[in-house]
C-alpha cells in the first residue's frame, strides 16, 4: 500500500485564496444625503451581491453621569455616622465593663496582700524579735468580754 505521505514530513496542499471583486456601481443621480450609495460585491462563486454600503455603528459617547441629589449623599453619610457612633458606644461600653472589672481585681488583690500583711502581724512572730507587737487573739477577746479568770 502506497501513502501519498513522505517519511516524517506533513503532506503539503495547495490552499486557494478568493478575494471578491468589486464591481463599479452604475452612477445614479442620487440627491446628496439622502441616500447611501449602492455597492457591488462578486463572491468567489461567481454570485453578485448589491446593497447599501452602511457605516459602522458608533456607541454613543458616554455623558456626563447623572448628578447624584444631595438628599441621597446626605443619607447615605447619616447612615456611615450613624454605624461609626453605634461602633464607637459598643467599644466604649466594653472598655468600660473591662476596665470596672480590672479596677475589682485591684481591689480584691489589695486586700488580699492587706489581709495578708495582717496575718503575718498577728499570727507572726512569738515575740522573738525585737520591735514587733504580739497580740495574742484569744486573750484579747476574752479580755474584751470579760471572761478572763
Not at 48 to 67: F, L, N, Q, S, W
Request: charged letters at 10%; glycine letters at 10%.
Amino acid at each position: 500500500m502506497h501513502s501519498n505521505h513522505t517519511h516524517g514530513q506533513p503532506a503539503q496542499r495547495a490552499v486557494e485564496v478568493h478575494h471578491p471583486t468589486p464591481i463599479p456601481a452604475p452612477v445614479v443621480p442620487v440627491q446628496p444625503g439622502t441616500v447611501p450609495a449602492v455597492a457591488s460585491v462578486v463572491l468567489p462563486d461567481g454570485r453578485v451581491v448589491t446593497g447599501y454600503a452602511i457605516d459602522p455603528a458608533r456607541p454613543e459617547p458616554v455623558g456626563a453621569k447623572p448628578p447624584v441629589s444631595r438628599t441621597a449623599v446626605n443619607v447615605a453619610l447619616g447612615g456611615v455616622g450613624f454605624l461609626a457612633v453605634c461602633g464607637g458606644l459598643l467599644l466604649l461600653t466594653s472598655f468600660i465593663a473591662a476596665l470596672t472589672a480590672f479596677i475589682g481585681q485591684l481591689i480584691i488583690l489589695a486586700a488580699v496582700i492587706f489581709g495578708g500583711w495582717i496575718a503575718v502581724q498577728v499570727l507572726g512572730t512569738n515575740g522573738s524579735s525585737k520591735g514587733s507587737t504580739t497580740v495574742n487573739i484569744r486573750k484579747a477577746t476574752f479580755k474584751r468580754n470579760h471572761f478572763h479568770s
